[in-house]
């Protein structure tokens, strides 16, 4: 058993990060301390955006009040939206069904749609929709709010969507593949990763020689080149630990204690710094029962590997709460309980 960790500084990091991604297994409690982290932090003056990017959304469930995919104001200095994710894969689509009818001939527009809709139901179609608009958020909005917050979908989901955004070189490349034009498109990938620089995801990509190409397929490249810029800024904001972390939301229980730990490793290896984790519904020493005696023996045993599994990393313990937590009333007392 290790030694015990630093406590968790909830206030320190919502006075001096930009970028919070609050993340854990479904039904640990996440979107409840997303909420409450978003409401103390506006609390203390600070302009919040708080974002769902889970597929099965509850924070408009936790705050109860209708919270959709565009931007709406929950309290002074608080803004929320829950992202749609297949809100999001239309609105891509329809980008690229504009850009590339631009460049088709009339008998290759019905192909070219034909594309699209097996895009649309292709395996990571909508964790590319959202990766972008995610990366999107938060290079736009920083302009707008002090505090982005990221209630992000469960733990599996949320590396698929840091990882590098190969898919999306992928996925443009088989679009452009429909084109006939290929053999003059085939210079533009070629200059989409100088260097295989997919490989070094930190490096910016260089400029692309665009000199041999015409102005229509030019733009193309610039089209696509803008947007591997994106995830690049995205990759390196998510990397600094002067403005970002990420913060785990987990009870004592084995499967998120193992979830997290792995989590944890994998967040590290690509160089996301992770700021803590808040332990969630946490029973008190109260044995006037076999039945708790057993619970709370149970929930020691699982403590000595939480402690294992996340070593030094700063925890924070919530309470078990008596009732569920939904209403701004009660988002509030849960944040006092965080402070």
Avoid at 204 to 212: L, Q, V, W
């Amino acid at each position: 058993m290790t030694d015990s960790p630093a406590p968790l500084a909830l206030d320190a990091l919502l006075t001096h990060k930009s970028l919070l991604m609050v993340g854990g297994k479904g039904g640990v409690g996440k979107t409840t301390t997303a909420a409450a982290l978003a409401w103390r932090a506006a609390d203390q003056g600070r302009k919040v955006l708080l974002v769902s990017t889970d597929p099965a959304h509850s924070l408009a469930d936790a705050f109860d009040h209708a919270i959709g995919n565009d931007p709406v104001c929950l309290a002074p200095n608080l803004t929320a939206l829950e992202i749609d994710p297949d809100t999001e894969v239309d609105a891509y689509l329809e980008r690229v069904s504009a850009q590339m009818r631009r460049f088709a001939g009339p008998d290759q527009v019905r192909q070219l749609e034909k594309q699209l809709r097996l895009t649309r139901q292709s395996p990571g179609a909508q964790e590319a929709a959202l990766l972008e608009r995610i990366a999107r958020l938060i290079d736009e909005e920083a302009r707008q709010f002090d505090l982005l917050i990221f209630d992000t979908a469960p733990t599996g989901h949320t590396l698929r969507l840091l990882s590098l955004p190969e898919i999306m070189a992928v996925w443009t490349e088989g679009l452009l593949r429909h084109n006939e034009k290929a053999r003059k498109l085939g210079k533009v990938l070629e200059h989409l990763t100088p260097g295989k620089d997919l490989d070094s995801p930190m490096q910016d990509p260089t400029e692309h020689a665009g000199a041999d190409l015409d102005p229509r397929t030019r733009e193309v490249a610039d089209t696509l080149l803008a947007r591997q810029r994106l995830f690049h800024r995205t990759r390196r904001r998510l990397s600094d630990a002067d403005s970002s972390a990420f913060l785990f939301v987990l009870t004592p229980e084995r499967l998120p204690i193992l979830e997290t730990r792995r989590a944890v490793s994998s967040l590290r290896d690509n160089g996301i710094p992770v700021a803590g984790a808040v332990v969630n519904r946490v029973l008190p020493d109260v044995t006037d029962s076999p039945f708790f005696a057993a619970r709370l023996a149970r929930q020691n045993r699982h403590m000595e590997e939480l402690s294992d599994a996340l070593g030094d990393l700063p925890r924070h313990h919530m309470p078990l709460l008596e009732d569920d937590v939904q209403g701004m009333e009660a988002i509030r007392q849960f944040a006092e309980l965080l402070a």
